[in-house]
């Protein structure tokens, strides 16, 4: 039986050298955690199933400093690497995976440009492409939109693009269901409402997202605490749980949350 | 003693590369059948379809088969363990290796497909290659097919996912995981640090 994952997500800025990995709150402040492949060993070491970075920076000149972050991790690190921000191409895609990354995570270009889902998968096949989904509850209700329940009432789930700065319009259980038939593999859906609020996961989200696709389902988020990840892998059918503050600032140690969950009854990599 | 990693032009090899390195077994990528000879220990990794792999691994398959029978530890790694079977559904027509009797099948669609993730081993048999493992030990895995040995004598490990799935085999100097003990973490490492050993006796 395939075990629940937990995975550190870093927020890489990449305009200093080396890159740097930050946090922001509900996609705004920014808070420095440290240098990002230091972080990844730590976190590998500690039991980290996968690790995940995002370039928040995300411009083509510092797609270099990714790639040289990702050689320095995967020298030394050996479970998935995920790498995201600022990927619009197939080549683009290319030099992430020749630096040593597994999968790549797409959000903005592919809402700009859906066939990039099939370039790439079709090249690196669909376990390689994971469709990033930053969702917001929309409680006005409109026509042809996916409505959810929700603790506050019924609502819908917005896509949002260029790290949460804009909006598209685009109702996010139907682009995770249409992502998934042009060839991702796994969805890693972010939470709006919850990211950096410390408040759990979106639990009517996540329920409702890994119920309509076929595909794991990582859920971010709101993660402040063992008991939000026990709280998502016991009413959702999420494959993995991802959290960055919570590591960061050494608040829990990935080993402890894995602890926690397995002693409640969770399946997890000890 | 140095290690060869066959490399035929599928995906990435960077992974198994550094691992191999990080055990300190001197891996070397080889592109060119004739290079193979001389090497202690042959790795074959695989991703993408099976007749892809088969297509360019067939130039391969004299060198492969004499390092076979001249006792070289080979290990295939996930689609490096299905072509050592005599055929896939994922490639109807394609011919594997044909090292083990029996072909690869399709996980069943009540599952989720591929299995992506870590899965806990059941150990059937005891080999060196698992020194060290234990029952329930997770491995990372991703594949959409699975190997169905026709002699279940060469089955080493299996995992669950709707319904048995072959994990390990071996046969002979032929060890292969379905799983990825690059992306494994410590107990991957341990197995090709098993693998190194065996090299090296």
């Not at chain 2, 202690?40 to 398959?61: E, N, T, W």
Request: hydrophobic share 40%; glycine share 10%.
């Amino acid at each position: 039986m395939l075990a629940r994952r937990v995975i550190p997500c870093l927020d890489c800025d990449l305009q200093v050298p080396g890159g740097r990995v930050v946090k922001g709150i509900e996609f705004q402040q920014i808070r420095y955690a440290g240098v990002p492949w230091e972080l990844a060993g730590k976190y590998y070491q500690d039991g980290a199933d996968e690790i995940v970075f995002l370039d928040i920076t995300a411009s083509h000149e510092r797609r270099e400093t990714m790639t040289e972050v990702i050689k320095r991790t995967s020298r030394s690190v050996f479970v998935p690497l995920a790498v995201g921000g600022g990927i619009s191409s197939l080549e683009q895609a290319r030099e992430v995976f020749n630096a040593g990354a597994d999968k790549i995570t797409l959000n903005t270009s592919a809402l700009n440009r859906p066939e990039l889902i099939s370039e790439i998968a079709s090249h690196y096949g669909n376990q390689a492409v994971v469709l990033a989904i930053d969702a917001k509850r929309r409680y006005a209700l409109e026509a042809g939109r996916e409505v959810v329940q929700t603790e506050s009432g019924p609502c819908w789930f917005e896509c949002s693009y260029y790290g949460g700065r804009r909006f598209t319009g685009v109702d996010a259980l139907a682009w995770a269901k249409k992502a998934v038939s042009l060839g991702a593999g796994e969805i890693l859906l972010t939470s709006m409402d919850r990211d950096g609020t410390y408040d759990g996961f979106d639990i009517p989200l996540t329920d409702a997202v890994s119920r309509s696709v076929k595909v794991p389902v990582i859920a971010s988020g709101g993660c402040a605490s063992p008991d939000h990840m026990l709280e998502v892998f016991q009413k959702t059918q999420a494959s993995a749980a991802l959290a960055a503050s919570i590591f960061h600032f050494g608040e829990w140690n990935v080993r402890d949350v894995k602890d926690y969950l397995k002693k409640r009854g969770v399946v997890v990599r000890i | 003693m140095t290690i060869a990693i066959v490399d035929y032009g599928m995906g990435n090899l960077f992974s198994i590369y550094n691992a191999l390195d990080y055990v300190r077994a001197s891996p070397k990528m080889v592109k060119e059948p004739a290079a193979l000879q001389g090497f202690q220990g042959i790795v074959v990794p695989g991703v993408g379809a099976f007749g892809q792999c088969m297509a360019r691994l067939s130039l391969f398959q004299e060198a492969l088969s004499r390092a076979r029978q001249d006792g070289v530890p080979i290990f295939g790694i996930c689609v490096g363990l299905q072509v050592l079977f005599e055929e896939s559904e994922e490639s109807p027509g394609a011919r594997g290796l044909g090292w083990i009797k029996g072909k690869v099948v399709k996980l069943p669609d009540s599952v989720m497909i591929p299995q992506m993730g870590w899965n806990g081993l059941s150990i059937k048999k005891h080999v060196e290659m698992l020194d060290g493992i234990e029952e329930g030990d997770m491995f990372y895995f991703v594949h959409s097919y699975y190997g169905q040995p026709a002699d279940g004598s060469v089955l080493v490990a299996t995992v669950e996912h709707g319904v048995t799935v072959t994990a390990a085999v071996a046969s002979g100097n032929v060890f292969a995981t379905q799983f990825h003990p690059e992306k494994s973490g410590a107990r991957g490492l341990h197995i090709l640090e098993n693998f190194v050993r065996s090299v090296k006796c």
